[in-house]
């Protein structure tokens, strides 16, 4: 059933029978940690990654994990055993918003399916709860907007928001981004962000299906209506459903995003125009985002300019590869074929006199200029999260929520430039693209991808996305096609008793 969205204030949720008489009474931020001082944190959902959130909290000292939540009792189970392996006793939660209200929990991290992590993150923030958000940190513009109000609302009485963006703590990538600041190379001409990952079909089913009997799947859904199964596998495969994902641009995407905006100087608003194209291809099946997709993002006269490049087929001739590894997938080489820097997940940020790939630096004509230590995907995130609480304040501004905000929020603006577009032959693509060298030659080598895969892109056409005006002060879209794609910057889906907490 759906239901109008509501936001309720502070004190709603003071009178509120959910929060009466809980930690409410005596707010995170006022009060110190358990009786040993240890921060107490609760793992909120961890079928996947926050299954790497216990292992990492279980191995930094001045923290212990408490209690855990998760909607599959199959999930809850396995885990639970696993800890009690290592003589560690956990309180069980199916309801997060039961787990809040828990005085004895100081923390929360949260790595749900993408469509509960701002709802979850604010219910925790309201209750007093230091948070910790895997990204994509909302599932909508309007949401991230929320959240973002509510990280300035936190940290105004010591509370801890922060965002799951790993490389922000990586001392290769901050070495790589300095580099290329000190202008060693000469100006910085284009941030590219590309992730070349197998994403094989999830298959079509016949009809409605069955949630797991173990998973509550009312409190699954959350905010979303309750509706029927339609997939095949029901953990993961929901990131390729509009409802409760955001495609790969999404998912993986704003780690390469938040680093490409990283380059950039973290531009404190977001891109004033917004351009996206790509299609599902190689397959039919019950996902509904493109498997591979062009997003164009321009922050104004001067301002220089992000591509961010998702393939999600394999090198050639269908052949699915076992892993990222095996040499199945495409590379993207700066330099020509086989010459100077590649990538496939990462980053390449290009400048006059060179460029950085990954964790190298190299001349314009590929040879490798320099080379960044310590590329190890952010080690020291988690323990960051808790120096911090520990502090009052956040360590290093890069853990600030607003990255993790801008790196969602760029996902979402392709995603909806995609969604308004329209099937369109290559010829017009190349037209728009006209001018631009950079994106000519990335849309020359995306459709040759493609064509290696003998998917003719004049037949089974790209859906071409229309460049969108966007406001980034009011967060809205503007002009030619703004009513639509405003529509498609919220969502107005959130069920009776799932509304989004203002923390005030």
């Not at 079928?47 to 923290?63: D, F, P, S, T």
């Not at 164009?296 to 076992?322: C, H, S």
């Amino acid at each position: 059933m759906n239901s109008t969205r509501k936001f309720i204030t502070r004190r709603d949720v003071l009178r509120s029978t959910l929060y009466a008489g809980t930690a409410l009474a005596l707010p995170a931020w006022a009060r110190a940690a358990g009786s040993n001082g240890d921060i107490r944190i609760a793992v909120i959902g961890f079928n996947n990654r926050g299954a790497g959130h216990i292992k990492e909290i279980l191995g930094i000292k001045g923290c212990r994990i408490v209690a855990l939540c998760d909607v599959d009792s199959a999930v809850m189970d396995k885990q639970v055993a696993n800890l009690k392996k290592l003589n560690i006793e956990v309180k069980q939660y199916t309801d997060y918003r039961k787990l809040v209200e828990d005085k004895d929990i100081d923390a929360v991290t949260i790595a749900t399916p993408n469509h509960t992590h701002s709802l979850i993150a604010l219910t925790a923030l309201a209750a007093g709860k230091h948070v910790y958000v895997e990204k994509p940190v909302c599932h909508n513009i309007t949401e991230g907007v929320a959240l973002l109000k509510a990280g300035e609302v936190a940290a105004k009485r010591g509370q801890i928001l922060q965002h799951g963006m790993q490389r922000r703590s990586d001392l290769g990538w901050a070495a790589a981004v300095d580099f290329v600041k000190s202008g060693s190379i000469g100006k910085l001409l284009l941030s590219r962000g590309t992730n070349y990952k197998m994403r094989p079909s999830i298959g079509k089913v016949t009809g409605p299906q069955e949630a797991p009997a173990t998973v509550n799947y009312d409190l699954w859904s959350g905010p979303r209506p309750v509706a029927p199964v339609m997939r095949k596998k029901f953990h993961y495969d929901w990131h390729w459903q509009w409802a409760y994902g955001s495609g790969d641009i999404g998912n993986q995407g704003p780690h390469q995003l938040d680093v490409a905006r990283w380059a950039l100087g973290n531009p404190e608003k977001l891109p004033m125009r917004v351009m996206s194209f790509g299609n599902r291809w190689g397959y039919s099946d019950d996902g509904q985002t493109a498997n591979n997709q062009m997003a164009l993002y321009d922050w104004g006269k001067g301002q220089v300019p992000l591509i961010f490049d998702n393939r999600g087929l394999p090198a050639k001739d269908m052949e699915w590869g076992k892993s990222q590894k095996d040499g199945r997938m495409p590379v993207y080489y700066i330099s020509g074929q086989g010459k100077g820097g590649s990538t496939q997940i990462g980053n390449v940020f290009h400048c006059e006199g060179g460029y950085v790939a990954e964790s190298k630096a190299y001349d314009n004509e590929g040879t490798m200029i320099k080379k960044f230590e310590d590329f190890r995907e952010g080690p020291n995130h988690m323990p960051n999260f808790i120096a911090s609480i520990q502090a009052g304040k956040q360590v290093n501004p890069n853990l600030h929520v607003s990255h993790g905000f801008h790196a969602a929020c760029l996902a979402h603006l392709a995603n909806i430039s995609y969604r308004v577009g329209k099937k369109a032959k290559p010829a017009e693509i190349a037209e728009r693209l006209q001018g631009d060298k950079f994106a000519s030659a990335t849309f020359e080598n995306f459709a040759q991808n493609l064509a290696d895969d003998k998917i003719d892109i004049g037949v089974d056409q790209a859906v071409l996305g229309p460049w969108l005006a966007f406001n980034p002060d009011t967060f809205k879209f503007e002009g030619e096609f703004a009513a639509e794609a405003n529509a498609l910057s919220a969502d107005d889906t959130y069920r009776k008793g799932f509304e989004l907490p203002v923390v005030s």
